[in-house]
């Protein structure tokens, strides 16, 4: 059974004060690593799709990158604005399937 | 969110009452999906669809039934709610089952099961 476990929970942090937070999965033969980031009241926005070990996707101050066993999503010089859930999903490469299964997320705060 | 609209929005209706959700896409992608939001469990699907007629079960299907007779609109029913279908819903669309661009999601219905 796919399994994404997102750590921490929740994250809280001063302006500036970069951090990683982290997503481990268990698959057999993954297909894609998916970030998404959801604001209170709204559905998850997509960030990012890794494929591969080694694979890094930037925007903004984000930057997710992908291992055999995990992906992080570091997070530079953080601002209030992005406080939000940040949700990882996976997919398999194998089955019949391609549902991606969700974490069930890391809340963080940034504060001014 | 632009291209996927969600009705309604919020909605409290009582035991045992029939619960039709909608999800309405200006996109024509192929792909749909309902899924449920609930605090310590992330987001679960319950049913998608990959065209019209076309619909699969997901992990928490019972009590839930979908319809596809447009592109367009999807359809998610709860036959019979109980409390424990209070949630928050999700539609998403994509263009492709394994594409890389992700889903997009709708901004969800808040529905409460009293």
Redesign the interface.
């Known amino acids: 059974e796919d399994q994404v476990t997102q750590s921490p929970e929740a994250l809280r942090l001063q302006e500036g004060e970069s951090s990683s937070l982290n997503c481990s999965y268990t698959v057999s033969g993954l ?2 690593l ?1 970030w ?1 980031r959801q604001d209170p ?6 960030l990012f ?1 890794l ?1 591969s070990a080694g694979e890094e996707k930037e925007k903004e101050r984000l930057k997710a990158t992908l291992t055999k066993k995990e992906s992080f999503l570091h997070i530079t010089a953080p601002k209030p604005e992005d406080s939000a859930t940040y ?1 990882c ?1 996976v ?1 398999a490469a194998s089955g019949g399937s ?2 991606p299964t ?4 890391t809340s963080l705060i940034v504060h001014p | 969110d632009a291209g996927i609209t969600q009705s309604p929005r919020h909605k409290v209706t009582e035991t045992g009452t029939p619960v039709t959700l909608r999800c309405h896409q200006t996109e024509n992608h192929r792909y749909m999906y309902w899924y449920r939001q609930d605090p310590g469990h992330g987001l679960r699907l319950i049913h998608y669809s990959y065209g019209v007629k076309d619909t699969d079960k997901g992990e928490v299907s019972d009590g839930y039934s979908v319809s596809r007779s447009k592109t367009e609109d999807f359809l998610l029913t709860l036959e019979s709610a109980t409390s424990s279908q209070t949630s928050v819903y999700f539609c998403a669309i994509s263009d492709s089952d394994r594409g890389p661009s992700g889903y997009t999601f709708g901004s969800g219905t808040r529905l409460t099961v009293v």
Request: proline fraction near 5%; aromatic fraction near 28%.
């Open positions: 297909r894609g998916f998404y009241g709204k559905g998850p926005e997509f799709t494929y949700l999903a997919q391609y549902i969700f974490g069930r997320g």
